[in-house]
Protein backbone atom coordinates (compact mmCIF):
# COMPACT_ATOMS: atom_id res chain seq x y z
CA UNK A 1 0.00 0.00 0.00
CA UNK A 2 1.25 3.33 -1.04
CA UNK A 3 1.27 5.56 2.25
CA UNK A 4 1.89 8.57 0.42
CA UNK A 5 0.24 11.82 0.18
CA UNK A 6 -1.88 13.37 -2.73
CA UNK A 7 -3.03 16.89 -2.26
CA UNK A 8 -6.24 16.89 -4.77
CA UNK A 9 -8.07 20.08 -5.47
CA UNK A 10 -11.68 20.60 -6.19
CA UNK A 11 -11.96 17.26 -4.53
CA UNK A 12 -16.23 17.65 -4.68
CA UNK A 13 -16.26 17.12 -9.04
CA UNK A 14 -17.39 14.17 -10.81
CA UNK A 15 -13.83 13.21 -11.80
CA UNK A 16 -12.16 14.25 -8.75
CA UNK A 17 -14.14 11.69 -6.25
CA UNK A 18 -13.88 8.66 -8.96
CA UNK A 19 -9.93 9.99 -8.45
CA UNK A 20 -10.10 9.93 -4.66
CA UNK A 21 -11.68 6.19 -4.92
CA UNK A 22 -8.85 5.23 -7.09
CA UNK A 23 -6.46 6.67 -4.90
CA UNK A 24 -8.10 5.21 -1.50
CA UNK A 25 -8.24 1.97 -2.78
CA UNK A 26 -4.76 1.60 -3.53
CA UNK A 27 -3.74 3.48 -0.12
CA UNK A 28 -2.64 6.80 -0.49
CA UNK A 29 -3.89 9.54 1.91
CA UNK A 30 -5.45 12.37 0.77
CA UNK A 31 -6.10 16.02 1.43
CA UNK A 32 -8.37 17.59 -0.61
CA UNK A 33 -9.60 21.33 -1.90
CA UNK A 34 -13.19 22.03 -1.49
CA UNK A 35 -15.17 25.10 -1.09
CA UNK A 36 -17.37 23.74 1.84
CA UNK A 37 -17.20 22.79 4.80
CA UNK A 38 -20.36 20.73 4.04
CA UNK A 39 -19.05 19.38 1.59
CA UNK A 40 -16.07 18.39 3.65
CA UNK A 41 -18.53 16.54 5.60
CA UNK A 42 -20.13 15.30 2.42
CA UNK A 43 -17.53 13.79 0.81
CA UNK A 44 -15.62 12.36 4.49
CA UNK A 45 -19.37 10.39 5.03
CA UNK A 46 -18.98 8.67 2.19
CA UNK A 47 -15.63 7.54 1.78
CA UNK A 48 -15.80 6.92 5.65
CA UNK A 49 -18.46 3.56 4.68
CA UNK A 50 -16.05 2.53 2.21
CA UNK A 51 -12.90 2.87 3.11
CA UNK A 52 -12.99 2.51 7.26
CA UNK A 53 -9.17 3.42 7.28
CA UNK A 54 -9.20 5.81 4.74
CA UNK A 55 -6.78 9.36 5.71
CA UNK A 56 -8.23 11.54 4.09
CA UNK A 57 -8.66 15.49 5.69
CA UNK A 58 -9.66 18.87 3.42
CA UNK A 59 -8.90 22.64 2.88
CA UNK A 60 -11.68 25.06 2.18
CA UNK A 61 -10.46 26.62 -1.00
CA UNK A 62 -13.49 29.23 -1.87
CA UNK A 63 -12.38 30.11 -4.75
CA UNK A 64 -9.11 28.77 -6.80
CA UNK A 65 -8.53 32.25 -8.64
CA UNK A 66 -8.51 34.17 -5.47
CA UNK A 67 -4.19 35.46 -5.40
CA UNK A 68 -2.35 32.77 -3.26
CA UNK A 69 -6.00 30.67 -2.86
CA UNK A 70 -3.58 27.72 -2.21
CA UNK A 71 -0.27 29.03 -0.38
CA UNK A 72 -1.63 27.95 3.33
CA UNK A 73 -2.40 24.46 2.11
CA UNK A 74 0.44 23.83 1.00
CA UNK A 75 2.51 25.59 3.78
CA UNK A 76 0.71 23.78 6.39
CA UNK A 77 0.49 20.27 4.84
CA UNK A 78 4.64 19.37 4.62
CA UNK A 79 3.80 15.29 4.00
CA UNK A 80 2.25 16.14 0.75
CA UNK A 81 4.07 14.64 -2.10
CA UNK A 82 1.75 14.86 -5.34
CA UNK A 83 -0.34 17.11 -6.44
CA UNK A 84 -3.67 16.47 -8.90
CA UNK A 85 -4.82 19.68 -10.11
CA UNK A 86 -8.73 18.78 -11.18
CA UNK A 87 -10.67 22.86 -10.35
CA UNK A 88 -11.50 24.71 -12.95
CA UNK A 89 -15.21 25.48 -13.74
CA UNK A 90 -17.25 23.30 -16.47
CA UNK A 91 -20.29 24.74 -16.44
CA UNK A 92 -22.30 26.35 -18.66
CA UNK A 93 -25.47 29.24 -17.56
CA UNK A 94 -22.75 31.14 -15.36
CA UNK A 95 -24.09 34.53 -15.14
CA UNK A 96 -20.80 36.32 -15.44
CA UNK A 97 -18.68 37.34 -18.38
CA UNK A 98 -16.76 34.92 -20.45
CA UNK A 99 -13.65 35.76 -19.00
CA UNK A 100 -14.69 36.05 -15.15
CA UNK A 101 -16.22 32.77 -15.83
CA UNK A 102 -13.79 30.26 -17.38
CA UNK A 103 -10.48 32.07 -18.35
CA UNK A 104 -9.60 33.85 -14.94
CA UNK A 105 -10.20 29.99 -12.95
CA UNK A 106 -8.89 28.06 -14.98
CA UNK A 107 -5.58 29.97 -15.81
CA UNK A 108 -5.04 31.74 -12.14
CA UNK A 109 -6.35 28.54 -10.56
CA UNK A 110 -3.29 26.62 -12.40
CA UNK A 111 -1.10 28.97 -12.11
CA UNK A 112 -1.83 29.66 -8.17
CA UNK A 113 -1.17 25.88 -7.41
CA UNK A 114 2.12 25.80 -9.29
CA UNK A 115 3.80 28.71 -7.25
CA UNK A 116 2.54 27.04 -4.28
CA UNK A 117 3.95 24.32 -4.95
CA UNK A 118 7.10 25.92 -5.93
CA UNK A 119 7.00 28.56 -2.98
CA UNK A 120 6.00 25.94 -0.18
CA UNK A 121 6.06 22.31 -1.31
CA UNK A 122 9.28 21.96 -2.88
CA UNK A 123 9.43 18.00 -1.71
CA UNK A 124 6.43 17.89 -4.52
CA UNK A 125 8.00 15.87 -7.77
CA UNK A 126 4.71 15.11 -9.57
CA UNK A 127 1.93 17.10 -10.86
CA UNK A 128 -1.08 16.01 -12.84
CA UNK A 129 -3.33 18.43 -13.87
CA UNK A 130 -6.84 17.76 -15.30
CA UNK A 131 -6.67 19.23 -18.62
CA UNK A 132 -9.03 18.20 -21.86
CA UNK A 133 -9.95 17.66 -25.40
CA UNK A 134 -10.49 21.35 -25.38
CA UNK A 135 -6.72 21.78 -25.59
CA UNK A 136 -6.47 19.33 -28.39
CA UNK A 137 -9.44 19.81 -30.65
CA UNK A 138 -8.83 21.44 -33.66
CA UNK A 139 -12.75 21.89 -34.75
CA UNK A 140 -11.77 22.98 -38.23
CA UNK A 141 -11.13 19.52 -39.06
CA UNK A 142 -14.05 17.83 -37.94
CA UNK A 143 -15.19 15.61 -41.22
CA UNK A 144 -11.36 15.05 -42.27
CA UNK A 145 -10.14 11.83 -41.99
CA UNK A 146 -6.36 12.93 -42.57
CA UNK A 147 -6.43 14.81 -39.38
CA UNK A 148 -6.09 12.85 -36.87
CA UNK A 149 -5.75 14.10 -33.26
CA UNK A 150 -3.46 12.51 -30.59
CA UNK A 151 -1.31 13.52 -27.95
CA UNK A 152 0.91 15.80 -29.87
CA UNK A 153 -2.39 18.18 -31.67
CA UNK A 154 -2.57 21.60 -29.90
CA UNK A 155 -6.22 23.57 -30.37
CA UNK A 156 -5.26 26.57 -32.27
CA UNK A 157 -7.55 28.32 -30.54
CA UNK A 158 -6.59 32.17 -28.86
CA UNK A 159 -8.50 34.35 -26.48
CA UNK A 160 -9.39 36.32 -29.14
CA UNK A 161 -11.66 33.68 -31.36
CA UNK A 162 -13.75 33.38 -28.46
CA UNK A 163 -18.10 34.24 -28.81
CA UNK A 164 -19.69 31.59 -26.33
CA UNK A 165 -19.68 29.72 -23.40
CA UNK A 166 -18.26 26.46 -25.15
CA UNK A 167 -15.61 28.39 -27.14
CA UNK A 168 -15.10 30.35 -23.92
CA UNK A 169 -14.44 26.80 -21.52
CA UNK A 170 -12.64 25.25 -24.76
CA UNK A 171 -9.96 28.67 -25.00
CA UNK A 172 -9.53 28.76 -21.15
CA UNK A 173 -8.74 24.95 -20.92
CA UNK A 174 -5.85 24.95 -23.86
CA UNK A 175 -4.72 28.43 -22.13
CA UNK A 176 -4.39 26.99 -18.51
CA UNK A 177 -2.40 23.65 -20.34
CA UNK A 178 -0.34 26.25 -21.73
CA UNK A 179 0.75 28.11 -19.29
CA UNK A 180 1.26 24.76 -16.97
CA UNK A 181 3.66 23.56 -19.64
CA UNK A 182 5.75 27.30 -19.76
CA UNK A 183 5.90 27.13 -16.02
CA UNK A 184 8.18 23.97 -15.79
CA UNK A 185 10.26 25.73 -18.99
CA UNK A 186 10.37 28.75 -17.36
CA UNK A 187 10.36 28.40 -13.71
CA UNK A 188 11.94 25.23 -13.54
CA UNK A 189 10.64 23.48 -10.48
CA UNK A 190 11.19 20.79 -8.45
CA UNK A 191 8.04 18.59 -10.22
CA UNK A 192 7.20 17.38 -13.49
CA UNK A 193 3.33 18.37 -14.91
CA UNK A 194 1.53 15.49 -16.82
CA UNK A 195 -1.60 16.36 -17.93
CA UNK A 196 -4.86 14.27 -18.69
CA UNK A 197 -6.54 15.40 -22.03
CA UNK A 198 -10.08 13.67 -22.02
CA UNK A 199 -12.85 14.12 -24.58
CA UNK A 200 -16.89 14.42 -22.75
CA UNK A 201 -16.37 12.38 -19.91
CA UNK A 202 -19.28 10.02 -19.04
CA UNK A 203 -20.21 7.10 -16.28
CA UNK A 204 -21.97 6.56 -13.11
CA UNK A 205 -21.56 9.04 -10.23
CA UNK A 206 -19.40 7.58 -7.54
CA UNK A 207 -22.18 8.16 -4.68
CA UNK A 208 -25.83 8.22 -5.28
CA UNK A 209 -26.25 11.46 -3.47
CA UNK A 210 -25.05 13.62 -6.44
CA UNK A 211 -28.04 13.67 -7.40
CA UNK A 212 -29.44 15.45 -5.05
CA UNK A 213 -28.06 18.36 -7.34
CA UNK A 214 -30.71 19.89 -9.32
CA UNK A 215 -27.65 19.24 -12.28
CA UNK A 216 -25.18 16.62 -12.86
CA UNK A 217 -21.53 17.71 -13.61
CA UNK A 218 -22.39 18.69 -17.59
CA UNK A 219 -21.52 15.67 -19.50
CA UNK A 220 -22.99 13.32 -17.25
CA UNK A 221 -26.19 15.77 -17.10
CA UNK A 222 -26.61 14.77 -20.68
CA UNK A 223 -27.56 11.18 -20.03
CA UNK A 224 -29.60 12.28 -17.40
CA UNK A 225 -30.93 14.67 -20.18
CA UNK A 226 -31.33 11.49 -22.77
CA UNK A 227 -33.58 9.55 -20.11
CA UNK A 228 -36.15 12.24 -20.17
CA UNK A 229 -37.12 12.79 -24.06
CA UNK A 230 -40.58 12.84 -24.53
CA UNK A 231 -41.58 9.46 -26.01
CA UNK A 232 -42.60 11.25 -29.34
CA UNK A 233 -38.93 12.99 -29.61
CA UNK A 234 -37.61 12.84 -33.31
CA UNK A 235 -35.25 15.27 -33.10
CA UNK A 236 -31.74 14.31 -34.23
CA UNK A 237 -28.84 15.56 -32.45
CA UNK A 238 -25.93 14.76 -34.61
CA UNK A 239 -22.91 17.35 -33.17
CA UNK A 240 -20.07 14.99 -33.60
CA UNK A 241 -17.97 14.37 -30.22
CA UNK A 242 -15.86 12.19 -28.47
CA UNK A 243 -16.35 10.31 -25.23
CA UNK A 244 -14.67 8.04 -22.60
CA UNK A 245 -15.34 6.61 -19.42
CA UNK A 246 -14.69 8.57 -16.12
CA UNK A 247 -13.37 5.46 -14.14
CA UNK A 248 -10.55 5.72 -17.13
CA UNK A 249 -10.15 8.99 -16.85
CA UNK A 250 -9.75 8.39 -12.85
CA UNK A 251 -6.93 5.65 -13.09
CA UNK A 252 -5.23 8.04 -15.88
CA UNK A 253 -4.51 11.00 -12.81
CA UNK A 254 -3.12 8.30 -10.73
CA UNK A 255 -0.47 6.10 -12.81
CA UNK A 256 2.07 8.93 -13.34
CA UNK A 257 2.38 8.65 -9.35
CA UNK A 258 3.15 5.08 -10.04
CA UNK A 259 4.82 5.00 -13.64
CA UNK A 260 7.91 7.25 -14.36
CA UNK A 261 7.80 6.81 -18.43
CA UNK A 262 4.49 9.06 -18.10
CA UNK A 263 5.93 11.79 -16.50
CA UNK A 264 5.54 14.86 -18.71
CA UNK A 265 3.41 13.57 -21.44
CA UNK A 266 -0.13 14.37 -22.18
CA UNK A 267 -2.50 11.38 -21.89
CA UNK A 268 -5.30 11.14 -24.05
CA UNK A 269 -7.99 8.68 -23.69
CA UNK A 270 -10.73 7.88 -26.01
CA UNK A 271 -13.36 5.29 -25.91
CA UNK A 272 -15.63 6.16 -29.00
CA UNK A 273 -16.52 9.03 -30.94
CA UNK A 274 -20.28 10.14 -30.77
CA UNK A 275 -22.75 12.60 -31.39
CA UNK A 276 -26.45 13.11 -28.98
CA UNK A 277 -28.21 10.55 -31.36
CA UNK A 278 -25.44 8.35 -31.34
CA UNK A 279 -25.64 7.93 -27.42
CA UNK A 280 -29.39 8.05 -27.63
CA UNK A 281 -29.20 5.16 -30.17
CA UNK A 282 -26.85 3.06 -27.59
CA UNK A 283 -29.12 3.81 -24.60
CA UNK A 284 -32.17 2.45 -26.64
CA UNK A 285 -30.19 -0.94 -27.22
CA UNK A 286 -28.83 -1.03 -23.56
CA UNK A 287 -32.33 -1.02 -22.67
CA UNK A 288 -35.34 -2.20 -24.90
CA UNK A 289 -37.41 -1.99 -22.17
CA UNK A 290 -37.40 1.98 -22.53
CA UNK A 291 -38.74 1.80 -25.74
CA UNK A 292 -42.16 3.75 -25.86
CA UNK A 293 -40.85 5.66 -22.61
CA UNK A 294 -38.40 8.11 -23.96
CA UNK A 295 -38.14 9.06 -27.69
CA UNK A 296 -35.57 7.74 -30.26
CA UNK A 297 -34.75 10.55 -32.33
CA UNK A 298 -33.63 9.99 -35.31
CA UNK A 299 -31.69 6.78 -35.08
CA UNK A 300 -30.89 6.04 -38.98
CA UNK A 301 -27.43 6.85 -40.07
CA UNK A 302 -26.22 8.25 -36.38
CA UNK A 303 -23.17 5.86 -36.40
CA UNK A 304 -22.15 6.74 -40.27
CA UNK A 305 -22.93 10.12 -39.31
CA UNK A 306 -20.49 10.65 -36.04
CA UNK A 307 -17.82 8.56 -37.53
CA UNK A 308 -17.52 10.30 -40.95
CA UNK A 309 -18.40 13.99 -39.55
CA UNK A 310 -16.54 13.55 -36.32
CA UNK A 311 -12.92 13.97 -35.28
CA UNK A 312 -10.17 11.10 -36.55
CA UNK A 313 -8.48 10.21 -33.03
CA UNK A 314 -5.56 7.78 -32.45
CA UNK A 315 -5.18 6.80 -28.49
CA UNK A 316 -2.16 4.32 -29.23
CA UNK A 317 0.54 6.05 -27.68
CA UNK A 318 -1.60 6.43 -24.65
CA UNK A 319 -2.44 3.22 -24.45
CA UNK A 320 1.23 1.91 -24.92
CA UNK A 321 3.12 4.00 -22.22
CA UNK A 322 0.15 3.54 -19.47
CA UNK A 323 0.06 -0.34 -20.45
CA UNK A 324 -3.61 0.28 -20.47
CA UNK A 325 -5.28 -2.67 -22.73
CA UNK A 326 -8.53 -0.91 -23.88
CA UNK A 327 -10.80 2.23 -23.03
CA UNK A 328 -13.69 0.96 -21.08
CA UNK A 329 -16.31 0.43 -23.82
CA UNK A 330 -18.49 2.76 -24.16
CA UNK A 331 -21.86 -0.08 -24.07
CA UNK A 332 -20.61 -0.41 -20.39
CA UNK A 333 -20.27 3.40 -19.84
CA UNK A 334 -23.80 3.84 -20.66
CA UNK A 335 -24.80 0.84 -19.25
CA UNK A 336 -23.46 1.45 -15.95
CA UNK A 337 -24.94 5.20 -15.83
CA UNK A 338 -28.83 4.42 -17.72
CA UNK A 339 -28.68 1.94 -14.58
CA UNK A 340 -28.01 4.15 -12.08
CA UNK A 341 -30.26 6.77 -12.99
CA UNK A 342 -32.89 4.18 -13.30
CA UNK A 343 -32.17 3.01 -9.54
CA UNK A 344 -32.17 5.85 -8.26
CA UNK A 345 -35.29 6.89 -9.40
CA UNK A 346 -36.99 3.82 -8.46
CA UNK A 347 -35.96 4.54 -4.64
CA UNK A 348 -37.26 8.25 -4.74
CA UNK A 349 -40.54 7.05 -6.32
P1 LIG B 1 -17.33 19.26 -11.84
O1 LIG B 1 -18.02 18.12 -11.22
O2 LIG B 1 -18.11 20.50 -12.08
O3 LIG B 1 -16.02 19.59 -10.99
C1 LIG B 1 -15.38 20.83 -11.02
C2 LIG B 1 -14.65 21.01 -9.70
O4 LIG B 1 -13.95 22.27 -9.69
C3 LIG B 1 -15.61 21.05 -8.51
O5 LIG B 1 -14.99 20.48 -7.39
C4 LIG B 1 -15.81 22.55 -8.30
O6 LIG B 1 -16.22 22.88 -6.98
C5 LIG B 1 -14.41 23.04 -8.57
N1 LIG B 1 -14.35 24.46 -8.94
C6 LIG B 1 -14.79 25.03 -10.08
N2 LIG B 1 -14.55 26.35 -10.06
C7 LIG B 1 -13.96 26.62 -8.88
C8 LIG B 1 -13.49 27.82 -8.25
N3 LIG B 1 -13.56 29.02 -8.87
N4 LIG B 1 -12.94 27.73 -7.01
C9 LIG B 1 -12.87 26.53 -6.37
N5 LIG B 1 -13.28 25.37 -6.93
C10 LIG B 1 -13.84 25.41 -8.15
O7 LIG B 1 -16.76 18.87 -13.26
P2 LIG B 1 -15.83 17.68 -13.76
O8 LIG B 1 -16.42 17.22 -15.02
O9 LIG B 1 -15.55 16.70 -12.69
O10 LIG B 1 -14.51 18.49 -14.14
C11 LIG B 1 -13.28 18.33 -13.45
C12 LIG B 1 -12.16 18.74 -14.37
O11 LIG B 1 -12.18 17.92 -15.52
C13 LIG B 1 -12.21 20.19 -14.86
O12 LIG B 1 -10.87 20.67 -14.89
C14 LIG B 1 -12.74 20.04 -16.29
O13 LIG B 1 -12.32 21.09 -17.12
C15 LIG B 1 -12.08 18.72 -16.68
N6 LIG B 1 -12.71 18.01 -17.80
C16 LIG B 1 -14.00 17.55 -17.69
C17 LIG B 1 -14.56 16.85 -18.75
C18 LIG B 1 -15.97 16.30 -18.67
O14 LIG B 1 -16.52 15.92 -19.70
N7 LIG B 1 -16.57 16.21 -17.50
C19 LIG B 1 -13.82 16.65 -19.93
C20 LIG B 1 -12.51 17.14 -20.00
C21 LIG B 1 -11.97 17.80 -18.92
P3 LIG B 1 -17.79 22.77 -6.56
O15 LIG B 1 -18.12 21.30 -6.44
O16 LIG B 1 -17.85 23.45 -5.24
O17 LIG B 1 -18.56 23.48 -7.63
Do not use: C
Request: hydrophobic letters at 35%; a negative charge; zero cysteines.
Amino acid sequence: MSGKTVFVTGASGYIALHILDVLLSKGYNIIGTVRSQSKAESISNNFSKKYPEADIKFEIVPDISSDNAFDNSLRNNPSIDYVLHTASPFAYGIDKPLEEAYLIPATHGTRNVLEAIQKYAPQVTRVVITSSFAAIVNRGKAGDPTFIHTEETWNPITWEDVTTEQSGYTASKKLAEQLARNFVIEKKPNFTITTVNPPFVLGPQLFDDSFKNSNLNTSAELVRKLLDLPADYSGNDDLPSLVVDVRDVALLHVLPLENEKLLGSRLFPVSSFSSGQFLLNKVHEAFPELDGQIGKGTPEGAEEIAKTKGLAYDTSKTLEITGIKEWIPLEKTIRDSVQQILDHRKREE
